[in-house]
C-alpha cells in the first residue's frame, strides 16, 4: 500500500473559488467499484485515537475565538460524515467541507476504478479569510498531511 502526495487537479473555482492552498493523495486499494461514500465513511467516520485527540486540542483551542468545533449547525442540517457536512454526492466524487470567519475549506474524495482495483483520492481545498485563518492554516498543515494519510489508510483496511 503506497500513499502518494499529488497534484490537486480539480476545478478548484467550482468547489471553493479563490481557494489559497490546495493538496491532494491518492491511495489504490484492492476493491474494484468502490464508490466515493463508501471511501468517505471509511475515512472520516472512525477516528484513531490520536486524531481524535488531536481534535479535542483543536477543539479546546480554537474555541474561545469562535471558530466552529464541527460542521454540524442550523445552516448545514444535511447529511454528514464525521464532523463534516455533505456538500456534494455521486458515486464518484463526495465533497464535504463548511465556511467559518476564518477560512472555508473542501474535502473532496474521489474514486476511480481500474481494472480490479480503485484509486482513492483525497483533495483538500482551502481559501483562508484573515490573519487567524493564515496562521491556522500554517499551523495545521504539518498535522494535516499526516490525518489524510492516515485517514486514507483506513480505506485500504477496510478493503
Known amino acids: 500500500m503506497t500513499i502518494s502526495e499529488i497534484t490537486a487537479d480539480v476545478d478548484r473555482d467550482r468547489w471553493l473559488a479563490g481557494a489559497d492552498f490546495a493538496d491532494a493523495f ?9 464508490n466515493a461514500r463508501t471511501a468517505a465513511e471509511h475515512m472520516l467516520g ?3 485515537w490520536w ?3 488531536l481534535l479535542n486540542l483543536r477543539n479546546g ?3 474561545p475565538f469562535g471558530l466552529k468545533t464541527s460542521g454540524a449547525d442550523a ?18 466524487q ?5 465556511d467559518d470567519k476564518h477560512l472555508d475549506f473542501r474535502v473532496l474524495v474521489d474514486v476511480a476504478t481500474i481494472g480490479a482495483t480503485s484509486q482513492v483520492t483525497a483533495t483538500t481545498l482551502v481559501q483562508t479569510h484573515n490573519a487567524l485563518g493564515r496562521i491556522y492554516l500554517a499551523v495545521i498543515t504539518p ?3 499526516l490525518v489524510v494519510q492516515a485517514t486514507l489508510r483506513q ?5
Not at 94 to 98: A, D, H, S
Open 26 to 34: 491518492r491511495i489504490t486499494v484492492d476493491r474494484p467499484g468502490l
Open 46 to 48: 472512525h477516528s484513531p
Open 51 to 53: 486524531m481524535a485527540a
Open 61 to 63: 483551542l480554537v474555541r
Open 75 to 92: 445552516r448545514h442540517p444535511g447529511p454528514m460524515i464525521g464532523i463534516f457536512p455533505v456538500i456534494s454526492e455521486t458515486p464518484r
Open 94 to 98: 463526495l465533497v464535504l467541507g463548511f
Open 143 to 145: 498535522f494535516h498531511r
Open 155 to 159: 480505506v485500504a483496511v477496510a478493503t
